[in-house]
């Protein structure tokens, strides 16, 4: 977004004719290029503030609402907030709107709460178009930020109609309202097909695009037609050049798909797990011709397999060292692929993307609700073997980012140091022996009970399913009554729906997070996976749960070729599948958003959580130390001009 306009200036010198003629002076005036006009000097947000200071009254508040422009066209969140601060102060009329514009900047450095509270706060106080325009914003700019996008979009619909009433920039609203469009469903879009003429064009748009995103012949023409019946529309913005390469993007041709699979040695059943979920999703998908092959074969056999059968696609092939081993060997050199797992090389092309079953996956999107909630001090117990290490070690690094204080790690070597790891924890152990001292003064029995820590505000189990349902119970019995219940969270590791059909009984109360495909079908939204749920549970009703988890990674890998291209090309942009909803990111990694649920009276209960992508502390930071310095210099600065004017 650019809001700043570069004056030019163009110095000419008048000549004149006369019928004498005068020697020039030497010296007096520098030669001017007339071919080369001299640019105007132009001034960053920061640079504009610092002259707002030095000036008094109107003049000030002029240079003050110029610094703002500035701040929002290059996101210099700090110094909007200054300027935004020094307008309250010399033109009291402007508070309410400076307050919601602070507010605003605050929703963009990811304080979401603070910003929503203080929207919440103004709305009784609004009394311009202007301030309706920006507590709309502040509200729409605060849900989508946390993912809730269908709350996001009624505020960012008034946002918009409101800078179209008022002639405000809306380089603000415009692209935060079409990237939640872009993330609400065919049939939430249709539903808000109705009202205003602006609010149509927005909802059409976003449809046409889903619809027809891969078919470029199609989007093209439905395009045109919705420019013609919205010529002046806000949304003309979003046809721009990205637009018109995404409509020359055509999802991936495939006529030769290759699917590479452990189909003999130990892992051959995981990888049969994986062709079965392959083989259901290839009713919706129609190949002219589908190989699958054992990727324990050597080198010299694939390449003569691969060129044998002109293989142009290629799935698997599931463990990392045979990945490590087809990159290195380029054996998928000029063929486009979804490889089953993450690898240890450098990807060798942008046609080779990575699906892993990955549990960093979940940790991301665990400290992303973690910090929604505005949780501080989490505590992780995990397992003390290399996987447990490994991820509380992830989640910490992660945590730190974003948080001052690291969170507390329990690790256990095994059963018996469990309930050891909580008490030591909680400092259980110290309530004990304070109430042991009182019971050895008084020489009687007391009436006393534990007290657990008072700072933990947040647990998470990185555990299996046998684990958790020993660690919930010395969690219940050793947290304190006297403090309100900490909230308990957990992986998927957690869930085994083989386990919970026998035992659900003290896990009530818990989050995790799940694969859709692993949650009961009765909690699917989706009728054509709960029918293909019910179908495999019938077909292989001993399936283990890894078998189930890698018959939906198979499922999924087929069912997200035709959109890799799009999805790459958006970052952000989801498809929902059994194993969560996809995206790529830059890496060319599919990145997976789990489902959560929650036990509630022994059943299993999908819930929808928040989630926001916060601001890293050390550009938190940053911005409040220069934010206290500026601040001085311009209290200083307003002390001298006072001194003056005296």
Not at 440 to 462: A, G, H, N
Not at 553 to 567: K, N, T, Y
């Amino acid at each position: 977004m650019r809001l700043k306009t570069i004056a030019f200036m163009m110095l000419l010198s008048g000549l004149s004719a006369c019928s004498t003629t005068q020697k020039p002076q030497e010296n007096e005036i520098s030669p001017i290029s007339l071919n080369e006009p001299q640019e105007a000097e132009s001034f960053s947000a920061q640079q504009i503030y610092a002259q707002a200071i030095e000036l008094s009254a109107q003049a000030r508040v002029d240079k003050l609402i110029e610094a703002q422009t500035a701040a929002i066209d290059e996101q210099d969140w700090q110094t909007l907030e200054l300027a935004s601060s020094g307008l309250m102060r010399v033109d009291p009329q402007r508070t309410t709107q400076s307050q919601l514009i602070i507010a605003y900047s605050q929703v963009q450095r990811g304080q979401l709460q603070i910003a929503l509270s203080q929207a919440a706060k103004l709305q009784s106080q609004l009394s311009t178009a202007e301030e309706f325009y920006w507590h709309q914003l502040v509200q729409g700019a605060a849900y989508a930020k946390m993912g809730l996008y269908t709350q996001a979009v009624p505020f960012l619909f008034r946002a918009s109609d409101a800078s179209a009433e008022v002639t405000l920039g809306n380089q603000e609203v415009n692209p935060t309202l079409w990237q939640s469009l872009q993330s609400l469903s065919l049939s939430q879009l249709r539903a808000l097909d109705q009202g205003s003429e602006l609010q149509r064009g927005w909802s059409q748009l976003a449809q046409i695009k889903q619809l027809y995103l891969g078919s470029p012949i199609e989007l093209h023409s439905a395009t045109n037609n919705w420019q013609k019946q919205y010529p002046s529309h806000p949304a003309n913005f979003a046809l721009d050049e990205k637009v018109a390469q995404l409509m020359q993007v055509e999802p991936f041709s495939v006529s030769n798909l290759g699917v590479f699979l452990p189909l003999s040695g130990a892992n051959k059943a995981l990888g049969e797990a994986v062709k079965n979920g392959v083989l259901a999703a290839l009713d919706n998908h129609q190949f002219e011709n589908v190989y699958f092959i054992d990727a324990n074969k050597t080198d010299d056999e694939l390449r003569e397999l691969i060129s044998s059968a002109s293989i142009d696609f290629a799935v698997g092939p599931l463990l990392k060292s045979n990945i490590n081993r087809f990159e290195e060997q380029n054996l998928l050199e000029g063929v486009a692929a979804v490889y089953l797992n993450r690898s240890d090389i450098p990807r060798t092309s942008t046609e080779h993307f990575f699906f892993a079953l990955a549990p960093e996956h979940e940790l991301d999107q665990a400290l992303q609700h973690f910090m929604a909630q505005g949780f501080k001090k989490p505590l992780l117990l995990a397992a003390g073997d290399r996987s447990g290490s490994r991820l509380t070690q992830h989640f910490s690094q992660q945590w730190l980012e974003y948080n001052e204080q690291a969170p507390l790690v329990g690790l256990f070597a095994d059963n018996k140091e469990m309930e050891t790891a909580i008490t030591e924890l909680l400092e259980v152990g110290n309530s004990a022996a304070r109430i042991e001292v009182i019971e050895s003064l008084f020489k009687q029995k007391v009436e006393s009970e534990t007290r657990s820590r008072r700072d933990i505000d947040v647990i998470y189990l990185l555990a299996d399913a046998t684990q958790t349902r020993l660690l919930k119970p010395y969690l219940d019995v050793n947290i304190s009554t006297f403090v309100d219940r900490i909230p308990l969270y957990a992986s998927s590791k957690s869930h085994s729906s083989q386990i919970d059909t026998s035992d659900k009984r003290d896990l009530n109360g818990l989050y995790f997070t799940e694969l859709p495909w692993m949650l009961p079908p009765t909690g699917m939204t989706n009728l054509s996976s709960r029918q293909l749920k019910e179908t495999v549970k019938s077909l292989w009703p001993n399936n283990a749960d890894i078998e189930m988890r890698l018959f939906a990674m198979g499922f999924d890998a087929i069912s997200v070729i035709p959109e890799l291209r799009q999805l790459s090309m958006l970052p952000g942009k989801g498809m929902p599948g059994l194993t969560g909803t996809l995206s790529v990111n830059s890496d060319g990694e599919l990145v997976r958003q789990l489902a959560w649920a929650r036990y509630e009276s022994r059943q299993i209960t999908p819930v929808k959580l928040n989630h926001i992508k916060p601001t890293p502390l050390q550009r938190e930071q940053e911005t409040q130390e220069e934010l206290s310095d500026v601040l001085a210099t311009e209290d200083m600065a307003q002390q001298q001009a006072e001194g003056t004017a005296l």
